[in-house]
C-alpha cells in the first residue's frame, strides 16, 4: 500500500520560506510523476510543481516559477519543495501526489494522480 505523508507545513511571513517534504511508503518503480498541489478555499486543487521520477524534469505553474523549487530524493524516496518569498496568496493547503506517467502526463497541466498526501496547511501573513 503507497502513503504519501507530507511534513513541512506551517506560518511564516511575507517574503518567508518554508519547505515541505512528502515521504513516499510502499514507493515502486511504476511512480513515474510525483508533485505538489494546492488548495484554496472552495477551489479545486491546483498543481503547483511536478518532478519525473526517471530524468529530474520539473515543471511549475506560472504563480510560483522563480520563487518555488522541487526535488527528489531517490535514496530516501522523497519529494520536497522549497518555496521562497511567500505571498499572502500563497496561504493554502498544500498535497503531495504521485502518478504513474511522465512525459507530457507530468506537465504541471495535465498531471493527474493516482494518489494524494493527507495535506499540510501552509499559512503566510502579510
Known amino acids: 500500500q503507497v502513503q504519501l505523508v507530507e511534513s513541512g507545513g506551517g506560518s511564516v511571513q511575507a517574503g518567508g520560506s518554508l519547505r515541505l517534504s512528502c515521504a513516499v511508503h510502499g514507493y515502486t518503480s511504476s511512480w513515474r510523476c510525483l508533485g505538489w498541489f494546492r488548495q484554496f478555499p472552495g477551489k479545486e486543487r491546483e498543481a503547483v510543481a511536478t518532478i519525473s521520477t526517471t530524468d529530474g524534469t520539473s515543471q511549475f505553474a506560472d504563480s510560483v516559477k522563480g520563487r518555488f523549487t522541487i526535488s527528489l530524493d531517490n535514496a530516501e524516496n522523497t519529494v520536497s519543495l522549497q518555496m521562497n518569498n511567500l505571498k499572502p496568496q500563497d496561504t493554502a493547503m498544500y498535497y503531495c501526489?504521485?502518478?504513474?506517467?511522465?512525459?507530457?502526463?507530468?506537465?504541471?497541466?495535465?498531471?493527474?494522480?493516482?494518489?494524494w498526501g493527507q495535506g499540510t496547511q501552509v499559512t503566510v501573513s502579510s
Open positions: 501526489a504521485a502518478g504513474q506517467y511522465n512525459g507530457v502526463l507530468c506537465q504541471v497541466d495535465r498531471f493527474r494522480p493516482y494518489t
